[in-house]
């Protein structure tokens, strides 16, 4: 993370909590207390008004509010509804995405509607079967490579447990038989291939843009799977 996207981070942070200590800011960035003194003080050059209060943490100035941003609660309970459904079906690495987004949302709510959300959170419950269960954090990282055209680089376990190394140019993520699966243009094999993000044991965007010219349309290749969207 940038030191950009990280100040927003913390003013957000502070933002969508009553109190906020520099060891929760530095635990939640992976960085030093140094740092998040500095980060602290150069928000407040910036016009931020953070205050401190000892034994409690940092905080901003009571009624001040960053985002022009409004949701209503039952927007909010629908995205608190949503968490459920991404820890269903995504992996790691979206579920922490989208819990960060919820941290930004909740920092523009009053404090009665964080109430309520909490209210609500702690009533909601969702039982997931083992087969939805995804102990893996690709899907950001192919997200990526699908947007920015570039390769992709994985070692890969198919059926038979035989373990391969790959370097696919991905054309898009596909949902089906309870799991997400890869589709691009494998380099070894020459042809497009369909990969279970499951069965891929590491993963490396090497930002080397794609060889191939062009790709079909993943609506193309959706035609030859057995099932119809």
Known sequence: MNRIDRLFGISTLLQSNKFTSAEKIAEKFGISLRTVYRDL??????????CYEPQKGYHLVNGYFLPPVAFNLEEANALLLMEHIINAFSDKSIQKNYQSALVKIKSVLKQTQKDKIELLAGNMYFQLPDRLTNDYEFLSIIQTAISNKSILEFEYKDAKELLSKRKIEAIGLIFYAFGWHLIG??????????????????????EIPFAKESHIPLTDYLKQLPVTY
């Not at 494998?186 to 090497?206: A, E, P, T």
Request: proline fraction near 3%; include cysteine.
């Open 185 to 206: 243009w494998c380099q070894l094999r020459k042809d497009y291939r369909d990969f279970k993000v499951s069965r891929i044991v590491k993963i490396k965007d090497l």
């Open 41 to 50: 003080k150069s928000l407040n050059e910036q016009g931020l008004p953070i």
